[in-house]
């Protein structure tokens, strides 16, 4: 069978890192708003408790992880003016935790940096079900989805440039939110990011198939995909071939996928200084929402 010249491209882009990177900055949004829940009242398909005297919102740990959330909720961190687009930013963490900071906080500065709004999301863990976590953590992505639309512009953003963008488990989340066959009527977002995400492929082998079914994460026949960015290394045990493969997958549906693979990097660097896809992601994200006309020319 031959090779598409897709996937040759992307083949390609294993082996090299990535030089580019605009480094352009925006105006800088305000400061973070305080967090707001998820949900009004007790959040729906709850199997767990908080044990006595903890925060059900979430027990911090001294890097900055959270865990142990019963109460998801979110933080908004609008843009500094009016029409930009708005990114629902899910830290990864395995479906176990939180990674908030460097896969959050500093994902959220960044946006807002480069013209964005964004809204970190605290969805609930750890897992519920062992063997499909993924399936709260959908739930209260979702809700979260619909206040966004409902207050984008209260917070400087165009309900119709409404992203999700995640990390890991959070890339996970983030790609079932917006492929996922399951409850094909829910409202999906308008643009899709996964920055290293787990769990696309049946087992963590860069040979292996991507999970489909409604338990999957490629889209229902007949669905034209929204447009997606991927992040990746090369190097991560979480094979960067899961990101090729979805994003081929989704072209191959009428989709508008692009994939930026670093040499080398691993796996957890977030918006950070650790390795080179660390630094310099976000500027290449910048460059691809301004070709999407979501962000304008600085």
């Known amino acids: 069978m ?34 707001a829940p998820v949900w009004a009242g007790t959040p729906p398909a709850e199997t767990l408790k908080p044990k006595s ?4 919102k979430g027990t911090v740990s001294k890097s900055g992880g959270r865990g142990d959330v019963y109460i998801p909720e979110y933080v908004v961190w609008p843009a500094a003016k009016p029409g930009a687009p708005i990114v629902i930013v899910c830290p990864g963490g395995g479906y176990g935790g939180l990674a908030e900071q460097h896969e959050g906080v500093e994902v959220a500065r960044r946006l807002n940096a480069l013209g964005s709004a964004a809204v970190v999301l605290r969805y609930r863990v750890p897992r519920r079900d062992p063997l499909k976590p ?25 309900p119709k440039k409404v992203g999700i963008l995640g990390f890991s488990a959070g890339g996970n989340l983030a790609a079932r939110v917006a492929y996922s066959p399951a409850e ?59 990101s090729m493969a979805l994003a081929a997958k989704l072209k191959s549906m009428g989709g508008s996928a692009e994939v930026h693979v670093w040499a080398k990097g691993g796996h957890g ?30």
Not at 23 to 29: I, K, Q, R, T, Y
Not at 53 to 56: L, T, V
Not at 134 to 158: F, G, K, S, Y
């Open 269 to 298: 660097w977030g918006a950070s200084e650790r390795c080179l896809a660390a630094k310099r992601w976000t500027d290449v994200l910048g460059e691809w929402m301004i070709d999407r006309g979501l962000l304008k020319q600085p």
């Open 134 to 158: 993924w399936i709260v953590p959908v739930m209260d992505a979702r809700r979260t989805l619909e206040l966004v639309r409902e207050h984008a512009a209260e917070w400087n953003a165009d």
């Open 184 to 242: 094909a009527d829910a409202a999906r977002p308008d643009f899709a990011v996964m920055i290293y995400p787990a769990y696309l492929f049946e087992k963590d082998k860069p040979d292996s198939i991507l999970r489909e079914g409604p338990d999957g994460v490629v889209p229902p026949p007949g669905t034209k995909p929204i447009p997606a960015f991927f992040a990746h290394s090369a190097d991560d045990g979480y094979p960067a071939e899961g």
């Open 2 to 35: 031959k090779t598409s010249p897709f996937l040759r491209l992307l083949s390609l882009a294993l082996g090299t890192a990535l030089l580019g990177g605009c480094a352009h900055l925006g105006n800088a949004g305000s400061a973070p708003l305080p967090p």
């Open 53 to 56: 005297g903890q925060d059900p």
